[in-house]
C-alpha cells in the first residue's frame, strides 16, 4: 500500500485561548474506500510523536506508517473494509500548522508567539478535515495515549458523530506525575543555550535539549522489565567499564540514539506545545466528575490499557470505563497483559488486534444494520 | 487455577446442565431485555440470549483471554471482579443479571447476591449443592474433603472458598427477604423437587426483591 500524505488549508480556527490562527494548514492520509452509505469512516488520532502517516509505504520515503501493523488490508482497521483517516495534530510539526510554520503576518516561523493550543482545538481542526470530506458520523475514533484523549474529546464534544470510541492507553485528565515527566522534557529544551526563547529556526535548534527530553520519555514509555529483557547491565561494545562518561551500557546508547533520531524529524517548540496541550487536559473541566462529562456521550466504548504500563496506568482507563458503566452507555475494557509498559499500544499488538476487530465488526453491523 | 482444571470443571458443568441452562434461562429471560452475565467467560451464554432472545447484553469477567475473545466476538465485557464490580452500577440497570456456578468462588458471596438484587430487577443464580449424597458419604465414610462430580478438585487446587447447600441458599433468601420466582434442581438428566438437597447436583434460582 503506497500512500501519500494530502494537504488541506481552512480559513481559521478559533482556540480555548481566545486567540484565532488563520489559515490553518492540515496534513492527513487516507486508507481504503469510502462505502456509498458512507456508514465506515474510522479517524485514527496519533500519539504525542506520531503525524498523518499512520499507515502503508510513504510515497516519498518508502517509510511504513507508525500504525502500519494495525491498519491496512485484512489488520484489526481492515482498509478493505473501512476507510480510515489520520491527520498531524494542531500544534506538530509535519504538515499541520504549528509552531514551525510561516506566521503570514510577520513571514517568519511563529516560534512562541504561537497561541498555547489544547486537546478540544486539535479535535475542533479535526471536525474540520472530517466536514471538508463530507462525512456526517465517524463509525470510530481511536487512538493511543495522547490519541486517546483525542478520542475521548471527540465522542463528548461531537456525540451526535460518534458511533464508536477506542481510546487506548490513556486518560481523561492527566495526572501530577504525567505533567511532572513533561514538564522535565519542557525544562531540558529551555535549558538548551540553542533554544534562544523559540526562536532557532534557520540557526541551530536545541538538539541537546529535546534530545533529553525524548530520553526520558522513552523511559517511561518501557517497563522496568522491557528494560531488563532488552537491555540488562550489558555493555556496548566493550567488556570492562571505560571509567569515564563515554557509553558504558546498551541503554546508554539505545537511549541516545533515540535522542538523537528525534531530533531531525521532530520541533523542539513543537515538543512544548503538545506536552501543554495534554497538560491542560481534564475533560471533566475541573469538576472532577467525569460522569457529568460524559453524560451526553453516545459513542459505544472500549476501553484498553496495559498491565505493564505505569505512564497511563489502568486505574485512569478504570475512571473512564467506571463513569461510562455508572451512566449505563455500552461500554467494553480489557486490560491486556503484556510487558512493554506504555509502548505496548504500538508494539505488542496481537490481542489488541484480536478485540478491535471484533469490535469494530460488531459495530459495523449495528450501524449498517446487517 | 490451571487450564487443565478449569476445563474439567467447566466441561461438567455443561455435561450436569447439558443445555438446560439455556432452557431454564429462556423459559426465564424475557425478550429485549437488559441482561448481566456475571463471570461470563467468552460470553456463550450472552452470545445465545442476543441471537435468540435479542438482549442487550453485558458480561464481567476477570480473566483477560477469556475477556478478550468474548469482545472479539461482538459482546461488550467489563474486565474485572465480580466481588467489586457492581458497585458502579446505578440500581436497577439490568432486567437480569445472572451468576452462573461462580457464587462458591466468590470471596463475599452475600456482598455479590445483595449487588445483583440492586442493579437487576431479577437475580438468576446457578451454584452446586454441597448438601448432595455424594458429598456426605464422602465426608462421612472416607473422613476425606469431598472430591466429587461437582467438587471436582483437590482441598489445594480448589476455587471454592465457600460452600453451600440448597437449604442454605433457601435459608439466606428467606433472611434476606428474596422472593424465590422459581428454582430448578438439576442431577444429570433428572430434574426434580424430592429430595433436593440431598439429590440435587445444581440448583438455579430466580430472585427478586
Known amino acids: ?370 | 487455577m490451571s487450564e487443565s482444571s478449569d476445563s474439567r470443571r467447566r466441561g461438567f458443568v455443561r455435561e450436569i446442565l447439558g443445555r438446560s441452562d439455556y432452557a431454564i434461562i429462556s423459559e426465564w429471560v424475557e425478550p429485549r431485555t437488559r441482561v448481566l452475565d456475571l463471570g461470563c467467560g467468552e460470553g456463550d451464554l450472552l452470545e445465545w440470549l442476543v441471537q435468540n432472545k435479542q438482549v442487550e447484553a453485558r458480561g464481567i469477567e476477570i480473566d483477560a483471554r477469556k475477556v478478550q475473545r468474548a469482545i472479539a466476538r461482538g459482546l461488550s465485557v467489563y474486565h474485572g471482579d465480580i466481588d467489586q464490580g457492581l458497585t458502579d452500577y446505578p440500581d436497577r440497570s439490568f432486567d437480569y443479571v445472572i451468576l452462573s456456578q461462580t457464587l462458591q468462588e466468590t470471596r463475599r458471596p452475600l456482598h455479590v447476591l445483595r449487588e445483583m438484587l440492586r442493579v437487576g430487577r431479577r437475580a438468576i443464580v446457578a451454584f452446586p449443592n454441597y448438601g448432595h449424597w455424594s458429598v456426605r458419604l464422602s465426608l462421612l465414610f472416607r473422613g476425606r474433603a469431598p472430591v466429587t462430580r461437582c467438587f471436582p478438585y483437590r482441598w489445594y487446587d480448589s476455587p471454592n472458598i465457600h460452600f453451600l447447600t440448597i437449604k442454605d441458599f433457601q435459608a439466606l433468601a428467606r433472611e434476606e427477604g428474596w422472593t424465590v420466582e422459581g428454582e430448578i434442581f438439576l442431577t444429570g438428566r433428572y430434574s426434580g423437587r424430592l429430595l433436593a438437597n440431598l439429590l440435587a447436583e445444581v440448583a438455579v434460582f430466580l430472585l427478586s426483591k
Request: proline share 4%.
Open chain 1, 1 to 370: 500500500m503506497i500512500v501519500e500524505t494530502q494537504y488541506v488549508r481552512f480559513d481559521s480556527l478559533s482556540l480555548d485561548c481566545g486567540a484565532t490562527l488563520s489559515p490553518v494548514d492540515v496534513a492527513y492520509e487516507t486508507y481504503g474506500k469510502l462505502s456509498e452509505a458512507r456508514d465506515n469512516a474510522i479517524l485514527i488520532l496519533h500519539a504525542f510523536s506520531g503525524d498523518a502517516h499512520a499507515a502503508g509505504l510513504s510515497r516519498t520515503d518508502g517509510k511504513p506508517g507508525w500504525w502500519d501493523n494495525m491498519i491496512g488490508p485484512g489488520k484489526a482497521f481492515d482498509t478493505d473494509k473501512y476507510f480510515v483517516i489520520c491527520s498531524n495534530v494542531l500544534g506538530g510539526c509535519r504538515g499541520t500548522t504549528g509552531p514551525s510554520s510561516i506566521n503570514p503576518k510577520t513571514g517568519r516561523p511563529y516560534g512562541l508567539s504561537f497561541p498555547v493550543i489544547t486537546i478540544s482545538d486539535m479535535v475542533r481542526l479535526q471536525k474540520k478535515l472530517i466536514d471538508y470530506l463530507g462525512l456526517e458520523r465517524l463509525l470510530a475514533v481511536c487512538g493511543g495515549s495522547m490519541g486517546g484523549m483525542q478520542a475521548l474529546e471527540w465522542a463528548v464534544a461531537y456525540p451526535e458523530m460518534v458511533v464508536s470510541a477506542i481510546p487506548i492507553a490513556t486518560t481523561a485528565r492527566s495526572s501530577a506525575q504525567q505533567i511532572a515527566f513533561n514538564e522535565v522534557g519542557r525544562q531540558a529544551i529551555m535549558a538548551d543555550p540553542d533554544w534562544n526563547g523559540g526562536d532557532y529556526y534557520g540557526k541551530k535548534p536545541p538538539a541537546r535539549g529535546l534530545a533529553v527530553a525524548r530520553m526520558i520519555g522513552h523511559i517511561t514509555f518501557m517497563s522496568d522489565e522491557s528494560m531488563r529483557v532488552k537491555f540488562g547491565r550489558r555493555l556496548r561494545q566493550k567488556e570492562e567499564f571505560g571509567f569515564d562518561f563515554s557509553v558504558d551500557f546498551e541503554v546508554e546508547s539505545y537511549l541516545r540514539y533515540r535522542g538523537s533520531q528525534f531530533v531531525d524529524r521532530f520541533d523542539a517548540n513543537s515538543y512544548l506545545y503538545l506536552t501543554k496541550a495534554m497538560d491542560y487536559f481534564d475533560l471533566t473541566n475541573g469538576t472532577g466528575s467525569l460522569i457529568e462529562a460524559f453524560r451526553n456521550v453516545r459513542a459505544r466504548f472500549l476501553v484498553i490499557s496495559f498491565t505493564s504500563d505505569w505512564l497511563y496506568p489502568s486505574y485512569q482507563s478504570l475512571e473512564i470505563v467506571n463513569a461510562l458503566r455508572a451512566l449505563n452507555r455500552d461500554v467494553s475494557y480489557c486490560e491486556i497483559p503484556s510487558n512493554y509498559g506504555h509502548d505496548a499500544f504500538l508494539v505488542d499488538i496481537a490481542e489488541q488486534s484480536e478485540i478491535i476487530r471484533g469490535f469494530l465488526a460488531s459495530t459495523y453491523r449495528m450501524v449498517s444494520g446487517s
